[in-house]
Structures are given as C-alpha cells and as structure tokens.
C-alpha cells in the first residue's frame, strides 16, 4: 500500500511540476556569476487555483442530467481506480461524447488531473489502462479540472461556480473537512453542488471530502477526536458536527440519497470504530424509558434494528471505496465495494446501526450503549440495500460500557 501511494505522489509530482522544474533549471543556468539583489512587490494572493488538462473547450454530448443518482465514498490512503472509472462511467462518458471531470479541493495542487486523464506514465491516453492511473481520455473525457477555493469569498466567485456548473463528475478530495463547512457553506459553491446533484451528476470524495457527504458530517472543526477522548466523553470539544446543532435540515450539502447517514474514513488502520459510535450515539434522539432516560441530548434520530431513518453510518477502509447508486423507479439504493487489484489490506466496509438508545450520554461522562450492530463488506461481489440496510449479514454485535469498547479486536 505504501508503495502503491508514493509511487501516485512521485507520478503526478513528476507530470505535474515538469515545467516548473524545466523553469527553475533556465533560470539557474541563465542567472550571471554574480547577481545583484534584486526586490519585488509582493504579489496578490490569488482568490482561487485552476488547474486544467486536456481540452476544456471541447464540445461534450455526454448528458448533462441523469435518471438516478450515483456516490463514490472513499475512505481515504491510496486511491481506488476503478472507483474513478466508475464514475465516468455512471456519468454517462464514452468514446467520442467527452466530459468534464472537476476536481474541488481547499488546499493541494493539481495532482489529481493527470492521474485521472491519462493511463500511463508516459502520459498516453491508450485504451489499455496501466494500474495506478484512471485513464479518463480513454474513456472519454476531455478534461480533468482542478479547482482550489481557499475562502467563502473563492467559494461566492461567478469563475468558480461557472467552471463547477460546467461538471460532468465532481470529486471532493481529501484535505481538512473544518476547512470544507467553514469556506463553502452557505455559499454559492454549495448551491452550485445542490444544482449538480439535483441533475444526478456523480459526486465522489475521499477522506475529508467523504466527511461531508453525509446528511450529518463530522466537522473537525478543532482537531480531530480519537476513540478514547471520544467515548470517555461523547461531547469532548473536538466532536464538532454540522449541521450545528443537529438537525434534520441545514446539514452542508446533505445528498438526499444519503439520508440518515454519517460516515468516516481510515477506518481500521486508525481505530476508530470507538469514536465512530460515539459520533452514531450523538444522533441518537433522549427518550423515556421503563428505568428512565435514554439517547443523547440533541439527538434528532431514533435508534432501532429496523427501518431507514435511523441513526446509522459507514465506516470505510483505506484504498477502498463504496459505490453507492440510485435504480430509480422507488427501488432501494444499493451500495458495492471496490479496491485495486494489488491492495495489501482487507479493505473493509462497516456499517454500524445501534438497534437501541444509549443508556449514558451526556456530557464529562464516559458513554455506555449496548447491542450496536455492525455489519462488514469485505468483498466486491455483494450488493448491500441502503434503504432497508440488508444483503450483508451481521457481523458482531458491539458494546460501550462506561467508555470501553467491547470486544476491542472489532476487526
């Protein structure tokens, strides 16, 4: 896995900067033996970065609305090609319709575009794909965009929401998802984003950008809580959510297939299965019962083993991915796993549904709640309904009791 990682970062590094590199170059060996100071005026921060490759003014047939909605949910560490193939697929790409494939991110570079145009590192658009590129020419895009928007006023600019408009895919990369909720939230950008999903354009994210795909999203707005901190206190200041205060409306884009959802990423590899239910538990709605109380203050969603708007989520493996689509016609909404062919991991999907109330949960004290079912997706052949959260079996049934998890081997 980590070879497969950094030799992505080396290969977009490399294609990415090959100019730059050629400019440093020029002007090391154009420079005089002995050079003068020299002083410049600070130059304007720039309000946003574009990236573009390919040919952005190339006529595209590919349809620019679709029956039924499609989600990539990625769950962070090295990403999933067959993932991004999906993607354009779903968007209705192929040869000779070409089709935009926008990138939006707060932070980074470009480093997505040639990963995903190409398909080798000879930067060919041959149709035979080599493993760790997407080869998005080949399939039919035209260009792949990427958009850097660092502040709401980026985020409000008519450039940026008119090169977003244009999407034929939108993928959300990693990054800081406090920076996500606060420079898009309430802008243009998310107007923009609701417009696109409302034509069921494919949507993708990974990591921080998986974050806020969620009708609930962990905001991280501090930094980010462990499993520990977590369930030894479920309101620890840096459990931050948004929408904030929880609420059934407001949450940052909220797809509506999603519904009911919150989802997190590098899901074994950092442990957070602990934290994972706290966050679940958190959404849990205080009710009265025989021995008293239970849920969570501010909690909007019941907790049960039935029905589909409860309190759920998906936990999601690195170097894996979800691919979550509508079947239109009030079918369910149904979900498969994917990973790359040389994937060193397990590259597992949990989804975790408590099927009752927390029995503690409040604040400065160590959460307890009981028979929290989780069901796993190890592999790429099984279907799981997300309406009814069926087709995969149940996996364990797990407990925290007084701030520990029970068993703590979850894997």
């Known amino acids: 896995m980590l070879t497969r990682s950094f030799h992505q970062s080396l290969m977009r590094l490399l294609s990415g900067f090959g100019a730059l590199m050629l400019a ?30 390919g040919d952005v003014n190339a006529p595209v047939t590919a349809p620019s609305s679709l029956p039924t909605p499609s989600f990539v ?28 494939f926008v990138v939006i991110r707060a932070t980074g570079t470009e480093a997505y575009n040639p990963y995903i145009f190409y398909s080798d590192d000879k930067l060919s658009t041959s149709t035979t794909i080599a493993e760790l590129w997407v080869g998005g020419a080949s399939l039919g895009l035209t260009s792949v965009e990427t958009l850097v928007i660092p502040s709401v006023r980026a985020a409000n600019s008519a450039a940026v929401n008119a090169i977003l ?9 990693g990054g800081d998802q406090s920076h996500y909720i606060r420079f898009w939230k309430g802008t243009a950008l998310e107007q923009t984003l609701k417009t696109l999903m409302a034509k069921n354009v494919p949507v ?3 990591s921080a950008g998986l974050a806020v795909l969620g009708q609930f999203d962990y905001s991280a707005l501090y930094k980010s809580a462990t499993s520990e901190e977590s369930m030894l ?12 205060p929880l609420s059934l409306q407001g949450g940052f884009i909220a797809p509506p297939a999603l519904a009911s959802l919150i989802f997190d990423s590098h899901f074994d590899s950092r442990d957070r299965m602990g934290r994972f239910i706290t966050f679940i538990s958190r959404i849990v709605a205080p009710s009265r019962t025989a021995s008293g109380s239970a849920g969570c203050v501010g909690g909007v969603l019941p907790a049960s083993s ?14 894996t991915a979800l ?26 999907v949990y989804f975790v549904r408590p099927s009752v109330p927390p029995s503690v949960c409040r604040p400065k004290f160590p959460l307890t709640v009981s028979t929290v079912e989780v069901r796993k997706l190890a592999d790429s052949n099984t279907v799981f309904n997300l309406s009814d959260w069926t087709g995969v079996a149940l996996y364990k049934h797990l407990d925290i009791t007084s701030g520990t998890l029970f068993p703590a081997d979850w894997y």
Do not use: C, H
């Open 306 to 319: 039935s029905g589909n708007m409860t309190a759920r989520g998906i936990g999601i493996s690195v170097e």
């Open 24 to 53: 440093i170059t020029s002007l090391v060996y154009a420079a005089p033996a002995v050079a003068e100071p020299t002083f410049e005026p600070a130059q304007p921060i720039p309000l946003y970065s574009y990236f573009a490759t």
């Open 204 to 206: 993708g994210g990974t």
């Open 323 to 348: 691919l979550v689509q509508g079947n239109g016609d009030a079918r369910p909404v149904t979900a498969k796993r994917v990973t790359n062919p040389s994937t060193t991991t397990e590259s597992a």
């Open 73 to 100: 949910l990625m769950g962070g560490g090295p990403d999933v090609d067959p993932a991004f193939r999906w993607l354009i697929q779903r968007a209705g790409i192929k040869p000779g319709t070409g089709g935009r």
């Open 233 to 244: 206190n479920p309101y620890y200041k840096d459990i931050t959510f948004d929408p904030d």
């Open 165 to 173: 408009a244009k999407a034929n895919v939108v993928f959300i990369a």
